[in-house]
């Protein structure tokens, strides 16, 4: 359980998160741009040297806090809706869709001589399941032409 906390974070230790996090944030915001991602970097630096002299820690503590959230709706984008990429909505999504199972009528003899106790129990299955359907909804009627 690696992903646990074993220790609390001290002030500074989430302040510095935070100030690389804020770092991680800029780059991607302002890739390939470097003087705007320099100016944000710039402005968050000037942020928090107005702030690192407060004495008082309840003061210091809701500006960290407030910090941390002003980064979380930042990031909303990458927070929330995400999906897997091969979860409903993903990108991956029935990329590669499941064959029928109808394509294994169409192999030819010698390639299903290769599996023998599959298809005769295959064989078993379709057999039950055509006796089942017809018990239960009885003879199709032919096509009307």
Not at 91 to 96: K, L, N, V, W
Not at 118 to 137: I, N, S
């Amino acid at each position: 359980m690696s992903n646990l906390p074993t220790t609390f974070l001290t002030h500074s230790q989430r302040v510095c998160r935070l100030y690389k996090a804020l770092f991680v944030y800029a780059r991607r915001q302002h890739w390939p741009d470097k003087l705007a991602y320099r100016q944000r970097m710039v402005e968050y630096r000037a942020r928090f040297d107005t702030n690192k002299n407060v004495q008082d820690l309840m003061k210091a503590k809701r500006l960290l806090i407030a910090g941390e959230e002003e980064l979380k709706k930042a990031m909303h984008w990458h927070t929330d809706n995400f999906n897997f990429p091969e979860s409903p909505y993903g990108i991956a999504e029935s990329r590669y869709p499941t064959p029928d199972d109808a394509a294994l009528d169409g192999w030819h003899p010698l390639e299903k001589a290769q599996y023998p106790t599959y298809f005769a129990t295959r064989e078993k299955r379709k057999k039950a399941y055509m006796e089942w359907y017809l018990k239960r909804y009885g003879v199709p009627d032919p096509p009307m032409m």
